[in-house]
């Protein structure tokens, strides 16, 4: 069974300054897709960014990246420039065979 | 936009009670989930259908069941609520093809068992 590990439950930081969240997870399987999703304050959780356990390049989308590290099972997330809109629970998902293990979120607050 | 929606927002019931809570998918995918979310603990997968009529159990099964008669629709269904059902419950749908395709979420029901 996949596990993920996401080590710290609670994070801040200033407006326009860089934050990274960690996730580790643990698997046997080769092949695998690892998300980052955000679940804002009372609102729908949505997909933040995919990396495919098959590509070396880490994947980006705009202020959001990943450090995706395989051999360690390691695969953080970064957000650059954050915004007050980035205050949210943030989730780290392993996806195989269709199915998705979660882990237990990281709430992220941005302050003024 | 894929659209998924989960009846209800919010729901008090009644230990003992028959409670169904619907999902509603519009962009015809295949696969649809049921997670209940708990503070420190994250998402859990209480099942999990693959197509119509299909259905496998996730990780914490015990206590619910689920209805899948129509493509776009999946029901949870908790036979006789206890108050450890308490929780907020998503229900989440993806393309069956390829593995990488990613979760699209309703909106949560968040259920007081009193």
């Known amino acids: 069974a996949q596990t993920v590990t996401q080590s710290q439950p609670e994070m801040s930081v200033q407006e326009a300054e860089t934050v990274t969240l960690s996730c580790t997870y643990d698997?046997?399987?080769?092949?695998?897709?690892l998300f980052w999703y955000k679940q804002p304050p009372s609102r729908q959780m949505i997909l933040v960014i995919r990396?495919?356990?098959?590509?070396?390049q880490n994947a980006t989308e705009n202020r959001f990246s990943v450090n995706f590290q395989k051999a360690a099972k390691s695969f953080s997330l970064k957000i650059s420039d954050s915004q007050l809109g980035d205050t949210a629970m943030y989730f780290c998902?392993?996806?195989?065979?269709?199915?998705?293990?979660f882990g237990d979120g990281t709430t992220l607050t941005v302050k003024p | 936009d894929v659209k998924v929606t989960q009846s209800s927002r919010y729901l008090v019931k009644r230990t003992g009670e028959k409670v169904f809570l619907e999902c509603v998918q519009d962009?015809?995918?295949?696969?649809m989930f049921w997670y209940r979310q708990d503070p420190g603990l994250g998402l859990r997968l209480i099942y999990f259908?693959?197509?119509?009529?299909?259905?496998e159990k996730g990780d914490i099964p015990e206590g619910y069941s689920v209805s899948r008669e129509k493509k776009e629709r999946f029901s949870l269904i908790l036979e006789s609520a206890s108050t450890n059902q308490t929780s907020m419950y998503l229900c989440?749908?993806?393309?069956?093809?390829?593995?990488?395709?990613?979760?699209?979420f309703g909106q949560g029901t968040r259920l007081t068992v009193v």
């Open positions: 962009m015809d995918h295949e696969n």
């Open positions: 990396q495919e356990a098959y590509k070396q």
């Open positions: 998902a392993f996806m195989n065979a269709g199915k998705s293990t």
């Open positions: 259908s693959y197509d119509v009529k299909m259905k």
């Open positions: 698997t046997s399987e080769n092949n695998y897709y």
């Open positions: 989440a749908s993806s393309i069956l093809k390829g593995q990488g395709t990613e979760a699209f």
